[in-house]
């Protein structure tokens, strides 16, 4: 039965591969099957490695690459047989957006308005990037990061229902990061459809309703933040007090599904429920009257989360299943810290 309760995606990739080269051998599957949905006024971040296939995933959802296999819609619509209809519907910023160095601004602007359906004014765009007053400048003469704020202000010209944005930030200074992640968000609050690769984790976390992170063609884990970072410990740092004569030792309590490192008087924590351990951790030191100092609990970062991706796709193949953090090794059992009395 189809759910008719949910809106149907403004993007959506089914069993996608994309291949370079012959079959066999002396080509390579770039994507290896993958599967997403955007909603409509969604932002969606797909992270991953160097190589990891999200640039030959977004040319496919952008039409302008075919797909090995698989089935990609956007908008309802077929990127390359539909393309006529939906090109003026989308907005898409390439890595590089290469126009013509010997043109001024003002004149990319006009000669991709003339390309583009229902055009917004070209010192409009300009102005959306924060390049207006350079609208005289000829592109050659831009630096690395003028050229990206440039490219996103063609992507933006025809107000696109769906933007896809390949690393709309790298080279920028970080006012003008902070810049483009706020123009961003306000195109997400119009209702525009945001999909962007980055490989800005930062950028992520602020700006992704939801993310997925690709590896070696897959995506090995995805949905909110919060989702993706659910299945990482959360860490829990400090100190014990040196300790003498009969205290020398001191047993902490046995805290279920966490493992501990001890490194001297440094303990080291990892625990999937951050608040319940940590409410019996401080409980037990106000008991034993135990001084935590530098005490430092924070939840897993996305960082983390992807730093173990890559590890475990390094060791041996990606996990296909939302990836694991380091393992907890130990059990319930006390742990006996300190010097022996
Ligand atoms: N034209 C091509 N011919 C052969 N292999 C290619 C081609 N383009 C990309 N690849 C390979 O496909 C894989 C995926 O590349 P892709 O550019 O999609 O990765 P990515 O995740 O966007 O990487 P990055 O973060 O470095 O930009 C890489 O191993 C790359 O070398």
Request: proline letters at 7%; glycine letters at 12%.
């Amino acid at each position: 039965m189809t759910d008719t309760s949910r809106p149907r995606p403004a993007v959506e990739a089914r069993g996608l591969h994309r291949r370079y080269g012959p079959p066999g051998p002396g080509g390579f599957e770039a994507v290896r099957g993958l599967d997403l949905g955007v909603a409509p006024g969604e932002l969606f971040a797909l992270l991953g490695t160097n190589g990891a296939g999200k640039t030959s995933t977004l040319e496919v959802l952008e039409g302008l690459a075919a797909p090995g296999a698989g089935e990609v819609r956007v908008l309802g619509l077929d990127p390359l047989r539909d393309r006529a209809a939906l090109r003026p519907r989308i907005g898409i910023m390439l890595q590089e957006g290469g126009f013509p160095g010997e043109l001024t601004l003002a004149e990319t602007g006009r000669c991709w308005a003339g390309l583009t359906t229902g055009a917004r004014a070209v010192d409009e765009a300009l102005d959306l990037v924060g390049l207006l007053p350079r609208r005289a400048v000829r592109v050659k003469q831009l630096s690395g990061g003028e050229r990206r704020r440039l490219d996103l202000a063609m992507a933006l010209l025809g107000h696109p229902e769906v933007l896809f944005l390949d690393e709309p930030s790298t080279g920028l200074d970080p006012e003008a990061r902070a810049s483009v992640w706020r123009l961003i968000r306000d195109l997400r609050a119009a209702g525009t459809t945001v999909v962007l690769t980055t490989h800005y984790l930062e950028e992520a976390e602020e700006l992704a309703d939801r993310l997925a992170i690709m590896h070696h063609g897959r995506v090995v884990t995805g949905g909110t933040v919060a989702e993706v970072l659910a299945a990482h410990p959360a860490r829990i740092g400090f100190e014990l007090p040196e300790r003498t004569g009969a205290n020398a030792a001191l047993e902490l309590p046995a805290l279920p599904g966490t493992s501990t490192e001890l490194d001297g008087r440094r303990v080291l924590l990892r625990t999937p429920d951050l608040q319940g351990t940590l409410t019996e951790l401080l409980g037990w030191a106000a008991r034993h009257r135990v001084e935590l100092a530098r005490l430092d609990a924070r939840s897993a970062s996305l960082e983390e989360a992807f730093l173990a991706i890559a590890a475990a796709g390094s060791a041996g193949g990606a996990p296909s299943a939302p990836a694991a953090g380091p393992a907890p090794a130990a059990g319930p059992a006390p742990t006996r810290i300190g010097r022996a009395a």
